[in-house]
């Protein structure tokens, strides 16, 4: 964010885990996001149901909960910066904080 000229750049991760009744539904929500066929290199024809199929098969016995319904884990990246103006506070000098953040940890 610095580099592209933001001041004061602030970066989080929230990370979130939501369960799905089967895989499927799971893609439908990674289609809804943007989130599938990422590859560039990926191959163009349209896959079989029979990949699809197994696919649900697989994530299910590594992913599944006792109730059937399988998990997946998001991790959402917050990026904040303002544009740089005179009025914003200023960096302090190195050594001349008055407090320790170990204190507050």
């Known amino acids: 964010l610095q580099r592209a000229g933001f001041a004061l750049p602030v970066a989080d991760v929230d990370t979130i885990t939501v369960r799905y009744d089967s895989m499927l539904e799971l893609l439908r ?17 349209p896959a079989r149901r029979e990949l699809f199929r197994r696919a649900a098969e697989i994530y299910a016995a590594r992913h599944a909960d006792a109730d059937g319904r399988v ?11 303002w544009a740089p103006h005179e009025s914003q506070q200023k960096p302090l000098r190195p050594g001349s904080a008055t ?5 507050f940890l």
């Open 71 to 81: 998990r997946a884990t998001f991790s959402i990246v917050w990026l904040s910066g």
């Open 29 to 45: 929500d990674l289609r809804a996001m943007g989130a599938t066929s990422a590859l560039a290199e990926r191959p163009r024809r």
């Open 99 to 103: 407090a320790s953040l170990k204190d």
